[in-house]
Protein backbone atom coordinates (compact mmCIF):
# COMPACT_ATOMS: atom_id res chain seq x y z
CA UNK A 1 0.00 0.00 0.00
CA UNK A 2 1.50 3.29 -1.11
CA UNK A 3 -0.05 6.80 0.42
CA UNK A 4 0.41 10.01 -1.40
CA UNK A 5 1.53 12.15 1.01
CA UNK A 6 4.56 13.98 -0.49
CA UNK A 7 6.15 14.61 -4.08
CA UNK A 8 9.28 13.38 -3.01
CA UNK A 9 8.10 9.94 -2.07
CA UNK A 10 8.23 9.20 -5.68
CA UNK A 11 10.37 9.50 -8.01
CA UNK A 12 10.28 12.31 -11.31
CA UNK A 13 9.24 9.25 -13.75
CA UNK A 14 6.43 7.95 -11.51
CA UNK A 15 5.26 11.35 -11.27
CA UNK A 16 5.83 11.98 -14.62
CA UNK A 17 3.94 8.75 -15.78
CA UNK A 18 0.96 10.38 -13.00
CA UNK A 19 0.57 13.45 -15.54
CA UNK A 20 0.71 11.21 -18.73
CA UNK A 21 -2.47 9.64 -17.61
CA UNK A 22 -4.19 12.37 -16.02
CA UNK A 23 -3.36 13.85 -19.58
CA UNK A 24 -5.30 10.38 -21.07
CA UNK A 25 -7.96 10.91 -18.42
CA UNK A 26 -8.72 14.10 -20.08
CA UNK A 27 -8.51 12.85 -23.83
CA UNK A 28 -11.22 10.22 -22.95
CA UNK A 29 -9.43 7.27 -21.53
CA UNK A 30 -11.08 5.25 -19.48
CA UNK A 31 -11.02 3.59 -16.23
CA UNK A 32 -12.35 0.84 -13.76
CA UNK A 33 -10.39 1.35 -10.93
CA UNK A 34 -12.60 3.80 -9.89
CA UNK A 35 -16.15 1.83 -9.94
CA UNK A 36 -17.55 1.09 -6.82
CA UNK A 37 -14.77 2.19 -4.43
CA UNK A 38 -15.41 4.90 -1.69
CA UNK A 39 -12.92 8.08 -0.90
CA UNK A 40 -13.57 9.51 2.54
CA UNK A 41 -12.08 13.21 2.97
CA UNK A 42 -11.55 15.01 6.02
CA UNK A 43 -10.90 18.96 5.80
CA UNK A 44 -9.48 20.38 9.02
CA UNK A 45 -9.61 23.86 6.61
CA UNK A 46 -11.26 24.96 4.08
CA UNK A 47 -11.61 23.78 0.21
CA UNK A 48 -13.42 24.55 -2.98
CA UNK A 49 -11.33 23.18 -5.71
CA UNK A 50 -9.23 20.32 -4.09
CA UNK A 51 -12.91 18.91 -2.51
CA UNK A 52 -14.93 18.98 -5.96
CA UNK A 53 -12.48 18.10 -7.72
CA UNK A 54 -11.56 14.63 -5.71
CA UNK A 55 -15.64 14.20 -5.22
CA UNK A 56 -15.97 14.89 -9.47
CA UNK A 57 -13.02 12.73 -10.23
CA UNK A 58 -14.30 9.73 -8.42
CA UNK A 59 -17.73 9.80 -8.97
CA UNK A 60 -17.19 10.14 -12.39
CA UNK A 61 -15.49 6.31 -12.81
CA UNK A 62 -18.51 5.15 -11.13
CA UNK A 63 -16.94 5.50 -7.32
CA UNK A 64 -18.30 7.69 -4.45
CA UNK A 65 -17.27 10.25 -1.74
CA UNK A 66 -18.00 11.58 1.44
CA UNK A 67 -16.12 14.81 2.46
CA UNK A 68 -16.48 15.67 6.14
CA UNK A 69 -15.41 18.79 8.23
CA UNK A 70 -14.90 18.52 12.03
CA UNK A 71 -16.40 20.62 13.96
CA UNK A 72 -19.41 21.55 11.68
CA UNK A 73 -20.52 18.46 10.34
CA UNK A 74 -18.47 15.98 11.89
CA UNK A 75 -16.93 16.00 15.79
CA UNK A 76 -14.14 18.46 16.29
CA UNK A 77 -10.93 16.75 15.59
CA UNK A 78 -7.63 16.29 18.28
CA UNK A 79 -4.70 15.53 16.43
CA UNK A 80 -2.00 15.71 19.51
CA UNK A 81 -0.80 12.56 20.00
CA UNK A 82 -1.00 11.47 23.83
CA UNK A 83 -3.07 14.47 24.94
CA UNK A 84 -5.54 13.88 27.63
CA UNK A 85 -8.95 15.34 25.83
CA UNK A 86 -10.48 17.73 28.22
CA UNK A 87 -11.42 20.68 25.90
CA UNK A 88 -13.36 20.76 22.63
CA UNK A 89 -12.03 18.41 20.79
CA UNK A 90 -14.10 14.98 21.04
CA UNK A 91 -12.32 12.87 18.18
CA UNK A 92 -9.06 12.01 18.21
CA UNK A 93 -7.67 11.83 14.29
CA UNK A 94 -5.87 8.47 15.25
CA UNK A 95 -9.28 6.89 15.75
CA UNK A 96 -11.02 8.89 12.91
CA UNK A 97 -8.43 7.07 10.69
CA UNK A 98 -9.00 3.57 11.95
CA UNK A 99 -12.60 3.61 11.56
CA UNK A 100 -13.10 5.60 8.33
CA UNK A 101 -10.69 3.01 6.66
CA UNK A 102 -13.52 -0.03 7.36
CA UNK A 103 -15.60 2.28 5.79
CA UNK A 104 -13.67 4.06 2.87
CA UNK A 105 -11.14 2.01 -0.28
CA UNK A 106 -8.98 5.71 -0.09
CA UNK A 107 -8.66 8.43 2.40
CA UNK A 108 -7.48 12.27 2.14
CA UNK A 109 -6.93 14.88 4.85
CA UNK A 110 -6.29 18.50 4.45
CA UNK A 111 -4.46 19.85 7.18
CA UNK A 112 -2.55 23.25 6.83
CA UNK A 113 0.23 24.47 8.73
CA UNK A 114 -0.78 26.06 12.14
CA UNK A 115 1.45 28.69 11.61
CA UNK A 116 2.48 29.10 15.24
CA UNK A 117 5.97 27.49 14.96
CA UNK A 118 7.41 26.31 11.90
CA UNK A 119 9.41 23.24 13.80
CA UNK A 120 5.87 21.52 14.09
CA UNK A 121 4.60 22.71 11.14
CA UNK A 122 7.39 20.99 9.39
CA UNK A 123 6.87 17.63 11.38
CA UNK A 124 3.77 17.58 9.60
CA UNK A 125 1.99 15.31 12.66
CA UNK A 126 -1.71 15.59 11.71
CA UNK A 127 -0.78 14.17 8.43
CA UNK A 128 1.65 11.52 9.84
CA UNK A 129 -0.94 10.32 12.38
CA UNK A 130 -3.84 10.28 9.91
CA UNK A 131 -1.66 7.65 7.46
CA UNK A 132 0.21 5.87 10.76
CA UNK A 133 -3.15 5.02 11.35
CA UNK A 134 -5.10 4.47 8.15
CA UNK A 135 -5.84 0.89 6.97
CA UNK A 136 -5.87 2.63 3.42
CA UNK A 137 -4.15 4.23 1.12
CA UNK A 138 -3.85 8.20 2.57
CA UNK A 139 -3.75 11.27 0.27
CA UNK A 140 -2.53 14.69 0.98
CA UNK A 141 -5.41 17.24 0.26
CA UNK A 142 -2.56 20.08 1.29
CA UNK A 143 -0.50 19.79 4.69
CA UNK A 144 1.80 21.89 6.21
CA UNK A 145 4.47 21.63 3.98
CA UNK A 146 3.16 20.48 0.58
CA UNK A 147 0.27 20.32 -1.81
CA UNK A 148 1.41 16.95 -4.15
CA UNK A 149 -2.26 16.80 -5.72
CA UNK A 150 -1.99 20.61 -7.04
CA UNK A 151 1.87 19.74 -8.27
CA UNK A 152 0.43 16.62 -10.64
CA UNK A 153 -2.41 19.52 -12.24
CA UNK A 154 0.30 22.21 -12.63
CA UNK A 155 2.33 19.84 -14.14
CA UNK A 156 -0.35 18.77 -16.22
CA UNK A 157 -0.86 22.50 -17.32
CA UNK A 158 2.68 22.91 -17.83
CA UNK A 159 2.71 20.03 -20.43
CA UNK A 160 -0.12 21.62 -21.87
CA UNK A 161 1.25 24.97 -22.71
CA UNK A 162 4.58 24.77 -22.93
CA UNK A 163 6.96 22.14 -25.18
CA UNK A 164 11.21 21.48 -24.49
CA UNK A 165 10.70 22.21 -20.87
CA UNK A 166 14.36 21.46 -20.32
CA UNK A 167 15.13 24.50 -21.94
CA UNK A 168 12.07 26.52 -20.01
CA UNK A 169 12.28 29.09 -17.20
CA UNK A 170 10.02 28.32 -14.20
CA UNK A 171 10.14 31.15 -12.31
CA UNK A 172 8.04 30.78 -8.49
CA UNK A 173 7.53 34.77 -7.30
CA UNK A 174 6.81 35.77 -4.34
CA UNK A 175 3.59 38.19 -4.05
CA UNK A 176 2.36 39.76 -1.60
CA UNK A 177 -1.40 39.25 1.29
CA UNK A 178 -2.84 40.27 3.79
CA UNK A 179 -2.76 37.55 5.98
CA UNK A 180 0.61 35.07 7.00
CA UNK A 181 0.53 31.72 4.80
CA UNK A 182 2.10 28.53 4.63
CA UNK A 183 4.78 27.27 1.77
CA UNK A 184 3.16 24.33 0.93
CA UNK A 185 2.12 25.48 -2.55
CA UNK A 186 5.20 26.99 -3.11
CA UNK A 187 6.71 23.66 -1.90
CA UNK A 188 4.92 21.81 -4.54
CA UNK A 189 5.41 24.31 -7.22
CA UNK A 190 9.42 24.04 -6.99
CA UNK A 191 9.45 20.16 -6.60
CA UNK A 192 7.04 19.73 -9.99
CA UNK A 193 8.84 22.13 -12.14
CA UNK A 194 11.90 20.40 -11.30
CA UNK A 195 10.61 17.15 -12.06
CA UNK A 196 9.71 18.53 -15.31
CA UNK A 197 13.44 19.39 -15.90
CA UNK A 198 12.78 22.86 -16.13
CA UNK A 199 15.43 25.48 -14.75
CA UNK A 200 14.07 27.23 -11.50
CA UNK A 201 14.30 30.46 -10.18
CA UNK A 202 12.96 31.88 -7.09
CA UNK A 203 12.49 35.18 -6.01
CA UNK A 204 11.28 36.84 -2.87
CA UNK A 205 11.93 39.99 -0.99
CA UNK A 206 14.49 39.77 1.85
CA UNK A 207 13.56 38.02 4.99
CA UNK A 208 11.19 35.59 2.85
CA UNK A 209 13.29 32.78 2.20
CA UNK A 210 11.83 29.20 2.24
CA UNK A 211 13.23 26.85 4.65
CA UNK A 212 16.03 24.82 3.14
CA UNK A 213 13.89 21.46 3.23
CA UNK A 214 11.64 23.23 0.78
CA UNK A 215 15.02 24.16 -1.32
CA UNK A 216 16.67 20.69 -1.28
CA UNK A 217 17.13 18.60 -3.87
CA UNK A 218 15.56 21.15 -6.57
CA UNK A 219 18.85 21.00 -8.81
CA UNK A 220 20.53 24.39 -10.73
CA UNK A 221 18.06 26.72 -8.47
CA UNK A 222 18.46 29.93 -8.44
CA UNK A 223 17.46 32.09 -6.02
CA UNK A 224 17.24 36.61 -6.26
CA UNK A 225 15.63 39.56 -4.70
CA UNK A 226 15.63 41.12 -7.87
CA UNK A 227 11.91 40.36 -9.22
CA UNK A 228 12.15 42.08 -12.60
CA UNK A 229 15.73 40.50 -13.77
CA UNK A 230 14.12 37.20 -12.45
CA UNK A 231 10.46 37.34 -14.51
CA UNK A 232 11.98 39.09 -17.58
CA UNK A 233 13.51 35.86 -18.71
CA UNK A 234 10.54 33.61 -17.53
CA UNK A 235 8.79 31.22 -19.51
CA UNK A 236 5.81 30.54 -16.91
CA UNK A 237 5.49 32.60 -13.73
CA UNK A 238 4.16 31.07 -10.64
CA UNK A 239 2.77 33.40 -8.18
CA UNK A 240 2.32 32.71 -4.38
CA UNK A 241 2.57 34.38 -0.91
CA UNK A 242 4.78 32.92 2.12
CA UNK A 243 5.32 34.37 5.25
CA UNK A 244 8.66 33.95 7.44
CA UNK A 245 7.70 32.02 10.80
CA UNK A 246 9.23 35.14 12.59
CA UNK A 247 6.25 37.10 11.69
CA UNK A 248 3.64 33.98 11.84
CA UNK A 249 2.78 35.63 15.78
CA UNK A 250 3.22 39.55 14.95
CA UNK A 251 -0.07 40.74 13.19
CA UNK A 252 1.71 44.33 13.25
CA UNK A 253 4.90 43.52 11.81
CA UNK A 254 3.29 41.29 9.36
CA UNK A 255 0.94 43.70 8.37
CA UNK A 256 4.23 46.30 7.87
CA UNK A 257 5.95 44.21 5.78
CA UNK A 258 3.22 43.34 3.70
CA UNK A 259 2.49 47.49 3.45
CA UNK A 260 6.72 47.67 2.53
CA UNK A 261 6.44 45.04 -0.20
CA UNK A 262 2.93 46.05 -2.09
CA UNK A 263 4.67 46.57 -5.20
CA UNK A 264 5.75 42.89 -5.60
CA UNK A 265 1.99 42.43 -7.10
CA UNK A 266 2.10 41.45 -10.22
CA UNK A 267 0.72 44.03 -12.98
CA UNK A 268 1.47 43.21 -16.67
CA UNK A 269 4.32 45.75 -16.30
CA UNK A 270 5.50 42.44 -14.40
CA UNK A 271 5.70 40.05 -17.32
CA UNK A 272 6.62 39.30 -20.91
CA UNK A 273 4.39 39.38 -23.28
CA UNK A 274 4.93 35.79 -23.51
CA UNK A 275 5.14 34.24 -20.15
CA UNK A 276 2.81 31.92 -18.86
CA UNK A 277 1.00 32.85 -15.23
CA UNK A 278 0.03 30.21 -13.00
CA UNK A 279 -1.51 30.74 -9.49
CA UNK A 280 -3.56 27.88 -7.30
CA UNK A 281 -6.29 29.62 -6.36
CA UNK A 282 -7.92 31.02 -4.52
CA UNK A 283 -6.22 34.66 -5.09
CA UNK A 284 -6.62 38.08 -3.17
CA UNK A 285 -7.37 40.17 -6.88
CA UNK A 286 -5.18 42.90 -6.85
CA UNK A 287 -3.84 42.45 -3.84
CA UNK A 288 -1.55 39.38 -4.76
CA UNK A 289 -2.15 40.07 -8.72
CA UNK A 290 -3.69 42.35 -10.41
CA UNK A 291 -7.34 41.31 -12.48
CA UNK A 292 -5.29 42.12 -16.04
CA UNK A 293 -2.77 39.15 -15.23
CA UNK A 294 -5.25 36.73 -13.93
CA UNK A 295 -8.19 37.81 -16.52
CA UNK A 296 -5.45 38.03 -19.78
CA UNK A 297 -4.81 35.75 -22.37
CA UNK A 298 -1.59 34.40 -20.72
CA UNK A 299 -3.48 33.26 -17.13
CA UNK A 300 -3.54 29.59 -16.86
CA UNK A 301 -5.21 29.52 -13.57
CA UNK A 302 -8.51 28.31 -14.64
CA UNK A 303 -7.22 24.99 -16.80
CA UNK A 304 -5.11 24.90 -13.48
CA UNK A 305 -7.80 24.25 -11.47
CA UNK A 306 -9.62 22.16 -13.99
CA UNK A 307 -6.56 20.05 -14.47
CA UNK A 308 -7.25 19.29 -10.42
CA UNK A 309 -10.14 16.66 -11.69
CA UNK A 310 -7.98 14.99 -14.27
CA UNK A 311 -4.88 14.54 -11.80
CA UNK A 312 -7.10 13.23 -8.73
CA UNK A 313 -8.24 10.29 -10.86
CA UNK A 314 -4.97 9.58 -11.56
CA UNK A 315 -4.02 9.66 -8.24
CA UNK A 316 -6.88 7.85 -6.98
CA UNK A 317 -6.64 4.93 -10.09
CA UNK A 318 -2.29 4.94 -8.90
CA UNK A 319 -3.01 4.28 -5.79
CA UNK A 320 -6.02 2.00 -5.30
CA UNK A 321 -4.46 -0.48 -8.52
N1 LIG B 1 -5.80 25.22 -4.88
C1 LIG B 1 -6.54 24.66 -3.91
O1 LIG B 1 -6.13 23.69 -3.25
O2 LIG B 1 -7.79 25.18 -3.79
P1 LIG B 1 -8.75 24.88 -2.57
O3 LIG B 1 -8.06 25.38 -1.33
O4 LIG B 1 -10.03 25.62 -2.87
O5 LIG B 1 -8.96 23.39 -2.48
Not at 17 to 31: E, I
Not at 280 to 308: F, H, M, T, W, Y
Amino acid sequence: MRHFLSLRDYTPAEIQQLVKRAHSLKQGADTDVLRGKTLGMIFLNPSLRTRVSFEQAIKKYGGSAIALSPGKDTWSMETEDGTVMNSDKVEHIKDAARVLSRYCDVLGLRSFAALKDVTEDLAEKPLRQFARYATVPVVSLESATEHPCQAVADMLTITEHCADLQKKQFVLSWAPHVKALPFAVPASALIAASYLGMQVTVTHPEGYELPSSVLEGIPNLTVTADQKSALKKADVVYAKSWSPPALYNDPAKLQASFEKNRGWMFDNSALSAEARFMHCLPVRRNVEVCDAVLDGKNSLIIDQAENRLWAQAAILEFILK
